[in-house]
Every structure is written in structure tokens, then in C-alpha cells.
């Protein structure tokens, strides 16, 4: 989500009032960054390198306790 498509999605998901998880391979730089200023609180950024199983693993991760904590 750091450019291109995903990025667009993610915003465009996020003005539809969905709850986006934006998988980032730079959470600080300026795609993620753009994300958080234009978008809601519902958009959450994570750091993700798809090419890394530790990466992929956390995010599993923190969206379950994420989707958890928002159903109780």
C-alpha cells in the first residue's frame, strides 16, 4: 500500500467506511504516511514484507487480535 493500486484501494475502501489493513513495506515513508493523514482511524498500517514469513506471520497476527478486540 505504499503506492500504486494498493494504495488507491486502500484509500478508496477506507472512504467507503471499510476497515482497511494496509500492508506497508515502509510504514514510515511518505505512501503510509499519506495514508494516515487522509484517511480515518478505521485504517490501520502494517508493516509487511510479503517476501518475508516472519513479516506475513505478525500481520496474521495482529489483524486477528485487531478483528477480535473490535467484535467484543
Known amino acids: 500500500c505504499d503506492t500504486g493500486f494498493g ?3 486502500a484509500k478508496e475502501l477506507d472512504k467507503r ?6 500492508g506497508c513495506l515502509f510504514p514510515h515513508g511518505q ?3 499519506n495514508l494516515k493523514e487522509f ?5 490501520q498500517i502494517i508493516h509487511l514484507d510479503v517476501t518475508t514469513d516472519n513479516h506475513v506471520s505478525n500481520a496474521v497476527i495482529k ?3 485487531s478483528l477480535r478486540a473490535d467484535n467484543q
Open 63 to 65: 489483524v486477528t487480535k
Open 31 to 33: 505512501g503510509a504516511q
Open 7 to 9: 494504495h488507491e484501494l
Open 17 to 22: 467506511g471499510i476497515t482497511v489493513f494496509a
Open 39 to 43: 484517511c480515518s482511524d478505521k485504517l
